[in-house]
C-alpha cells in the first residue's frame, strides 16, 4: 500500500481500482428511502450533527467560501450548513441522476429558482471522471471544503476514494466525512486483501438493497484512512445520539454517527 501519499496527488491505481457498488438501477430504491420514517430521522440527525459542528469543520463564515457536498443525494449536507454559512456556494455531486435532480429541487424549494449562485449539483463519480468531462473543469477543484456524508460506505476502496476527495480540495483545508461508526463486536473482523495488497477487500462488503456497503468504520480506521491517503491532523467526533434503527435495517450494527476532518496538506 503506498502510505504517505499526498492527498493532493491521487496515484493512478486510485482511479482505476477503486469503484462504487452503486449504479442508475439503483435509483428507484434511493427515492423510496426517502419515505422511510428512520430514513427521515437519520437525516435530521446529521443535519443537526453538521450544525452543532460547524464552527469544527474548517469552513470560514465570514468568507465566500465554495463547498463541495459529494455523493450529495438529496442535499442533507448544503440543506444543513446553508444558514450556518450564508456566503457560502455548495457543489453538488452524485451518481444517480435521481438524486442531482432531488437535490436541485430542494435548493429551488428553499432558495427558489435562483438558487444556483448558493446550491447546485451536477452528475458526476470521481472513480469515473471521464464519464463526466466537466469534472475537469478548474471550479471543480480547489474547494475550500468537501464534506461526504453516507457516501464513504459504498465505495469499494475508502482510502483511494479519499484521495480522490482530497485532490478536489485546497493545500491547507479540509476534508469532512460522516459516515456510521463500525460495531467491531457485530461485524467480523476486516479481511486484508492480499493479492491486491490493500486493507479493503470488497468481497468483504455486506450486501444491501442498494448494492454493498461497508458496515461503518472504527475510530481507528478513520484515523488511519485519512493518514494512509496523505491527510494530516485528523480529528474524530463520535455524534452521542443512538441513532434508533429499525431491525431490518440494523444491519452490520450499525446505530453511532461520526462527523471526522482531515487537512490537506500543503505541498513541500
Ligand atoms: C446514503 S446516500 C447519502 C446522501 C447524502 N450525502 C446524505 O447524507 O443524506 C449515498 C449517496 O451516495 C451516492 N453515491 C454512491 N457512490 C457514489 C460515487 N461513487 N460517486 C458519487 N455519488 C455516489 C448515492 O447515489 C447516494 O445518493
Known sequence: MDSGQAASQPSAAATTTSSSSIG?????????????????????????CLRQNSDWLGIDPSKPQTILDYACGNGTVSLGLLDSFPLA??????????????????????????HRSRMYAIPGDLNDPEKTPVLSQPEWFTFDCAIM????????????????????????????????????????PRVYDQARERKYNPS?????????????????????????????????????????????????????????????????
Do not use: C
Open 24 to 48: 442508475q438501477d439503483e435509483s428507484a430504491v434511493m427515492n423510496s428511502m426517502y419515505q422511510v420514517d428512520w430514513v427521515q430521522k437519520l437525516l435530521m440527525q446529521i443535519k443537526e
Open 89 to 114: 456556494k455548495f457543489r453538488g455531486i452524485d451518481i444517480l441522476d435521481s438524486q442531482v435532480q432531488l437535490y436541485n429541487e430542494e435548493a429551488s424549494k428553499v432558495l427558489g429558482p435562483d
Open 149 to 188: 456524508s453516507f457516501g464513504l460506505h459504498h465505495v469499494d476502496d475508502p482510502i483511494d476514494f479519499l484521495r480522490l476527495l482530497g485532490a478536489r480540495v485546497k493545500p491547507g483545508a479540509t476534508l469532512v466525512i460522516v459516515d456510521w461508526v463500525r460495531d467491531t463486536k457485530a461485524n467480523p
Open 204 to 268: 468483504n462488503m455486506l450486501p444491501v438493497p442498494m448494492g454493498k456497503v461497508w458496515p461503518g468504520f472504527s475510530e481507528d480506521d478513520i484515523r488511519e484512512d485519512y493518514t494512509l491517503a496523505g491527510f494530516t491532523a485528523v480529528e474524530v467526533r463520535i455524534w452521542p445520539e443512538k441513532i434508533d434503527l429499525p431491525q431490518q435495517a440494523n444491519f452490520g450494527g450499525r446505530s453511532i454517527l461520526y462527523v471526522s476532518k482531515a487537512t490537506v496538506p500543503l505541498p513541500p
